[in-house]
């Protein structure tokens, strides 16, 4: 590209140098033609001429009146001939280069005027074409990831208030059945407060999680990062789910070896595994495995979670990791997640220097995610 650039610019480089030096060399070749060809020769004649036939004056009071006021001032005649005949040539040299200027001032005008036409020069000036046409889709992409930034944030705003105002009636409502009721039976009373309880931690959770994506998206997170033994690390993930996970009868099973391990922060390493986890047994079928399975790959290390569930459209797979979305959008906020979980987990990923997908096909849902390994071997052979 860089080398097809200085072929262009070198186009016009080499238009603009041949103008400037065929109108040098045009203009000496007049001033040697009207030195040799008239003034050392004919001149002369041609003065008399016009005076005695134009002027009607005698030859000889011609001849005379040539010899006081154009013979003896030849030199100066002559240097007044050649100014006029340089400025001529730079007239039209700058001239031309006012039309290149004039082009690139248009092509800013197209520029500034969003318009979305394609700016149009002179064959010659094609790098500077493709500079400002290049400018122009830059200045058209940002305008559109700008407008679809304000759409997203007036989205986050608006799905936060639909999530927080569910717990909130919930937690306004109970505390007003206690206000107005307050001779209800203990047993009444102490279930309201216990689910007006209940709310307000969900209502504080969700808090939690939105200023927790909130510090990812602007880099505020510092990563403590260390060896992590991945399996010993999963094994604690699938033991602590598992009340979870018994509800619909799944399991995790793992299929990897004991000593892969990886340098990061595991405690948000844990993070990141455990939302997957927690997102497979809201999605699985049930009685159905999860099976997390792990192995090197030259210079990283892939962990996959399976689970065998609904298809997943194509086009829902990316808006997986946006915030607040939930692929079951009739799961209301006390029964489903905020649609934080994995937003969190592609950022805490991120932050690793790793990638995580996500597919589906075969009636099951794979989220792959691949780390830098910086591996450091725990085993009692390494």
């Known amino acids: 590209m860089k080398r097809t650039d200085r072929d262009e610019y070198s186009v016009f480089h080499s238009k603009l140098t041949r103008r400037v030096c065929g109108s040098v060399a045009l203009s000496v070749f007049i001033v040697a033609a009207l030195y040799r060809l008239l003034w050392k020769r004919r001149m002369g004649d041609v003065i008399v001429w016009f005076l005695v036939h134009v002027l009607n004056m005698s030859r000889q009071e011609a001849f005379y009146f040539y ?91 608006m799905y936060l208030a639909h999530d927080i105002r569910t717990p909130l009636t919930s937690v306004i409502g109970y505390l007003n059945l206690l206000e107005e009721e307050p001779d209800s039976p203990p047993e009444q009373r102490a279930k309201r407060v216990r689910i007006a309880l209940d709310k307000a931690y969900r209502l504080e959770t969700m808090m939690n999680e939105f200023f927790e994506i909130t510090r990812y998206n602007s880099q505020q997170i510092a990563l403590s990062k260390e060896p992590v033994d991945l399996y010993y690390l999963l094994v604690q993930l699938a033991d602590e789910m598992t009340p979870l996970l018994a509800e619909r009868g799944n399991r995790v099973v793992l299929r990897m070896d004991e000593d892969l391990t990886v340098r990061g922060d595991a405690e948000k390493l844990a993070r990141v595994f455990g939302n997957i986890l927690k997102n497979a047994a809201a999605y699985s079928d049930p009685q159905t495995e999860i099976t997390v399975s792990a192995r090197r790959a030259e210079q990283d290390v892939i962990i996959r979670f399976q689970n065998r569930g609904e298809d997943i459209p194509a086009e829902k797979l990316e808006a997986l990791f946006d915030k607040f979305y939930r692929l079951d959008q009739a799961r209301s906020t006390g029964t489903g997640g905020a649609g934080l979980g994995l937003a969190i987990a592609k950022e805490i990923v991120l932050l690793h220097g790793g990638s995580i997908q996500a597919s589906s096909e075969n009636h099951t849902v794979t989220f792959a995610i691949r780390l830098p390994e910086e591996s450091y071997k725990i085993s009692a052979f390494s």
Request: charged fraction near 35%; charge should be positive.
């Open 67 to 157: 010899a006081d006021h154009f013979r003896l001032n030849k030199d100066l005649f002559f240097c007044g001939a050649v100014f006029l005949i340089f400025a001529f040539m730079l007239w039209r040299v700058f001239r031309g280069m006012s039309r290149y200027f004039g082009e690139i001032n248009r092509g800013i005008e197209s520029l500034l005027a969003d318009d979305g036409k394609q700016i149009r020069l002179s064959p010659e000036m094609l790098p500077f074409e493709r500079k400002l046409n290049a400018v122009k889709r830059t200045l058209a992409e940002r305008k559109e990831e700008t407008a679809q930034a304000e759409r997203r944030k007036d989205e986050l705003v």
